[in-house]
């Protein structure tokens, strides 16, 4: 477990809702990985994201489906690829990722609460 931190420290980590509306596949990484463009709704608007996801996810299988994101980290250069937020996601029993998401759909740009 991490070192506690207060509910005010929590409350900076903006974590919102989007619908990836694009993916493909991004041999350039070091480790395999999937381009996205996931739409976070009007107030934030569509963002580009990179994920180590394809042991699980295949592009084709994952545009439509809503994931969580941390939207308000500073963009990230990732090899010739600028990463807009970070998909969030769990590692499995074999350290590959399984990405984040809600049961029931929400809308885009949703808070995490």
Avoid: W
Avoid at 25 to 50: L, N, Q, V
């Amino acid at each position: 477990m991490s070192d506690e931190i207060s509910f005010a420290d929590f409350e900076k980590v903006d974590i919102r809702i989007g619908t990836i509306i694009s993916a493909e596949p991004f041999p350039e990484a070091r480790k395999p990985a999937i381009k996205m463009k996931i739409d976070f709704g009007s107030e934030i608007g569509e963002k580009r994201s990179s994920a180590q996801i394809t042991v699980h996810y295949k592009p084709e299988d994952i545009v439509g489906r809503q994931v969580m994101a941390v939207v308000n980290f500073p963009p990230r250069q990732i090899g010739p690829f600028m990463s807009e937020v970070l998909t969030l996601g769990f590692m499995d029993e074999g350290n590959a990722v399984v990405l984040a998401n809600v049961d029931h759909k929400v809308p885009n740009g949703a808070r995490l609460m």
